[in-house]
């Protein structure tokens, strides 16, 4: 499906996945379309396809993250609480912000300082309030270990950028009633689970499709004393 997305500008990208049905809300759309992916992707920001960050790290596609946006979407309402875990390039947490409005909160965390840093500066490059919402809290950049989610929170959505075995217990519980997680589980085969924890509390959990993501792991596994691979400037899309 991927190779078909491919555009020359982020609006032409953003139609593309729209039209493939891989984003499936109109929120969704306008959302992506204001944030343009020159700022988060070291190069072809345009390709269908994860592009290395450095630190043996990628920026997603962007088909994943429009099927995770869309999956969460009726959990990313104005005033929602998010949580985007393994946030990476900072993408997906300034997508988030814009779905979420100035009064809900996202908050990415990373486990690589220098890609958390590079991260929290690519959001402020790309949004221009973003210096703003970062000093508001309404979006925050931690630098810890995703795994333990964000302790003392809870969220309305949960996105996990990175593969893992058993789904933590500390993001199950930082998941609100209602409230969804969107997450790659597994290792050599892994497949996305969207899971729902009704108003109840029930968990509902389903195994959605295939994936290949980094693994969401220890810091020692990740080359982080390498170097990230800056963004200069965005292109003009
Ligand atoms: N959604 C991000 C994906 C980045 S790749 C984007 O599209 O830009 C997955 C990220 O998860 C990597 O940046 C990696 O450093 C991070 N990661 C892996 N294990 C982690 C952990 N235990 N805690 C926090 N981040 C982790």
């Keep these: 499906m991927s190779w078909r997305c491919s555009a020359a500008s982020n609006s032409g990208l953003v139609e593309n996945l729209y039209r493939s ?21 070291p190069h072809m920001p345009y390709k269908d396809a994860p592009i290395a960050l450095g630190c043996g790290t990628t920026i997603s596609a962007p088909h994943m993250h429009a099927m995770a946006l869309s999956a969460l979407d009726d959990y990313l309402k104005p005033g ?23 009064a809900g909160r996202v908050v990415g965390v990373e486990h690589i300082k220098q890609l958390n840093d590079a991260g929290e500066q690519r959001f402020k490059n790309a949004m221009p ?21 964000k302790p003392g929170e809870e969220f309305d959505a949960i996105h996990v950028g990175a593969a893992i075995n058993v789904v933590p217990d500390e993001l199950l519980a ?7 997680m969107f997450i790659p589980v597994g290792d050599f085969a892994q497949y996305i ?39 200069n400037f965005p292109s003009v899309s």
């Design 129 to 149: 309030d973003g210096n703003e919402l970062i000093n508001r809290g309404n979006v925050e950049f931690v630098c810890a270990d995703g795994r333990l989610g």
């Design 21 to 41: 049905n891989l984003i499936t809300t109109t929120r969704v759309r306008d959302a992506m379309a204001s944030v343009d992916r020159a700022h988060f992707a």
């Design 80 to 102: 929602a609480h998010a949580l985007d875990i393994g946030s990476g390039s900072g993408y997906l947490v300034a997508v988030m912000a814009k779905l979420v409005g100035p």
């Design 193 to 231: 689970y969207e899971i729902t924890k009704t108003e109840s509390g029930q968990i509902v959990r389903e195994k959605k499709f295939g994936v290949s993501y980094v693994p969401l792991t220890d810091l020692d596994e990740y080359d982080n004393s390498g170097d990230i691979i800056p963004v």
């Design 174 to 180: 930082q998941l609100k009633a209602p409230g969804k």
